[in-house]
Structures are given as structure tokens and as C-alpha cells.
């Protein structure tokens, strides 16, 4: 049964024991109920763009599911208010929420709990006309109360640039164990995502690494990659910016087509090329509980 209040540590140190100064018990309460639920994940990843169109999506999705491949319990959230895109990928359409009592209850496919703003939406087409404040009180419904349940990771699918949902996701979680930070070889990714990186230092929130999307194309007949981008200026980006590379994924037709189809790649795909290179790049945070353990 779901803990309704900050009940399960017995640590002196927890910080929703005792009020904030200048807290109101109706904001301690809130706060307990936030806390409570987080305290039962593990490990909060955040995963940041500069700019969109460059893969992030795509990234969040395959990496939940090789936690999960990897048996962990997994949430994945998509804060992405305007343009979720989590539910397509997954084949999660005309999905109608379920609740039981106060909580929110997530969708489950296997070991992982997806939970979206596009699951609320009448209509796929819907747009979300909001400003900041509303998208701020919805981010912290999806962690205070969906019934994430325990987990080993949860992997947060931002939306592009350092706006508001980042804003709050790093904000409402205290102890985020950092984020993955998604680009594309072109320049004009590469001066967007510096900001992604200068963000996460202005909030002291880890760098967990840089991932250069599309770079290079696989050709579906040969398999030969072209450069079609140049390649190598997210990992010159990541030297100059002092961060973790984590590698290259190319522009694959197949990844492109998994996502259309609501299909995961690294599970449709599993035994090409393209799908041992994705499982190299994310190998570092796969293996990030065990190396925390240590």
C-alpha cells in the first residue's frame, strides 16, 4: 500500500521531519507528501536538450527501457507540458487515467511506470496553453502523486532549452543524481547545449555525461555510415566544457521507424550495429546504481 506521508525513512538528517522556517503547515504537509515519494526512488536523471529535434526523446525512452532490460524498476516521466512525445513512442494512445483515492496511478509496460500530461488531453491534437506557474503545480502532481511506487530510476524527459519544467524538476527534487545531457554534431546544437551545461552548473546539478545524437547515417542497404553532419563536436564540446562524453549514436532509418511505430529500438532492433552502439553510450548510467554502491 502507498505511504501517504514521509513514513519510510527513520534518518535524523530527512528534511521533511520538521518544518522550514517560514513554513506553513499546510506547505509542510505538501512537502512530507513530495518527499515520502521520492525517498522511495533511488536515482532521479533528468534528460536536457539545448535545442529540440535533436533525439532526446528518443534517448529517455531507450534508456529506461535498458535499466529495465537490466532488471531495475523504472519510472519514466515526461514533463515535456507542450510537446509530449513519450506516449508516441511507446504506443500509449487514447490511454484513459486511473486513480485510486488521491493518487494518480501510472501506466505500467513490464517493469517500467510511464506517466505524461498527454494521458489528461481529450484529444492528441489538444495544444496545453499554460504559463509557467500551472506547468510548475502539474510537474509537482506527477512526483507528488502518481503512485510511482519503489523504483530503482526514474528517467525525466525535459522538454528542449532551460525553461520552466527543468527549472522545476531540478527544484522540487533535491537530491537528483544529475542529468544526460542529448546534442547533434551541428554548431547550432552544440552552442545550445552549452547553455544546458552552464544551466546544470548554476543549479549544482551533475553532468552525468553528453550524448551526440544522429552523427553519421547508416545506410539500410550497406550499413556504411556517412557523415552527413560533421562528427566529433559533441565530444570536442564535452572536452571544452569538461564533462563526461559518453559517445556517438548515427542517424538511423530504424530508430525513426521504432519511434513512429510506438516500437522501443533497443528492443526492436537489438541485434544491429546501431543498437550495440546505443548500449555503449548509456552504459555509464545503466551501471550507475551499482557504481554509487561502491
Not at 40 to 67: D, E, M, P, Q, Y
Not at 268 to 293: G, N
Request: aromatic letters at 6%; proline letters at 6%.
Amino acid at each position: 500500500m502507498e505511504q501517504k506521508n514521509c513514513e519510510i525513512c527513520n534518518a535524523e538528517t530527512c528534511s521533511a521531519k520538521q518544518p522550514k522556517p517560514n513554513e506553513t503547515q499546510e506547505e509542510f504537509i505538501d512537502r512530507q507528501k513530495l518527499e515520502g515519494r521520492l525517498c522511495r526512488i533511488k536515482h532521479k536523471i533528468v534528460v536536457l536538450s539545448g535545442k529540440g529535434g535533436v533525439g532526446k526523446s528518443t534517448i529517455a525512452v531507450n534508456l529506461a527501457f535498458s535499466l529495465a532490460l537490466a532488471g531495475k524498476q523504472v519510472g519514466l516521466l515526461d514533463v515535456d507540458i507542450h510537446g509530449p512525445s513519450v506516449p508516441q513512442m511507446l504506443n500509449l494512445k487514447n490511454i484513459s487515467m486511473q486513480a485510486e483515492g488521491s493518487l494518480i496511478l501510472p501506466i505500467e509496460i513490464g517493469a517500467i511506470k510511464v506517466m505524461s500530461i498527454a494521458f489528461f488531453l481529450p484529444r492528441a491534437d489538444d495544444p496545453v496553453i499554460w504559463r509557467g506557474p500551472m506547468k510548475m503545480s502539474m510537474i509537482r502532481q506527477f512526483l507528488r502523486d502518481v503512485a510511482w511506487g519503489e523504483l530503482d530510476y526514474l528517467i525525466i524527459d525535459a522538454p528542449p532549452g532551460t525553461g520552466d519544467e527543468p527549472l522545476s524538476v531540478c527544484q522540487l527534487i533535491e537530491k537528483m543524481d544529475g542529468a544526460l545531457i542529448v546534442t547533434t554534431p551541428q554548431e547550432v546544437a552544440l552552442n545550445a547545449v552549452r547553455k544546458s551545461v552552464n544551466f546544470c552548473r548554476q543549479i549544482k546539478l551533475p553532468v552525468l555525461g553528453v550524448v551526440e545524437n544522429m552523427s553519421g547515417f547508416v545506410c539500410p542497404k550497406c550499413g556504411e555510415v556517412s557523415e552527413i553532419f560533421k562528427t566529433g563536436g559533441g565530444e570536442k564540446m564535452a572536452t571544452d566544457m569538461q564533462v563526461p562524453f559518453l559517445g556517438r549514436i548515427p542517424l538511423d532509418p530504424e530508430i525513426g521507424q521504432a519511434c513512429d511505430e510506438g516500437a522501443v529500438f533497443i528492443k526492436k532492433f537489438e541485434k544491429t550495429h546501431t543498437a550495440d552502439i546505443f548500449a555503449k553510450v548509456i552504459k555509464p548510467i545503466v551501471e550507475l546504481e551499482s557504481i554509487t554502491k561502491e
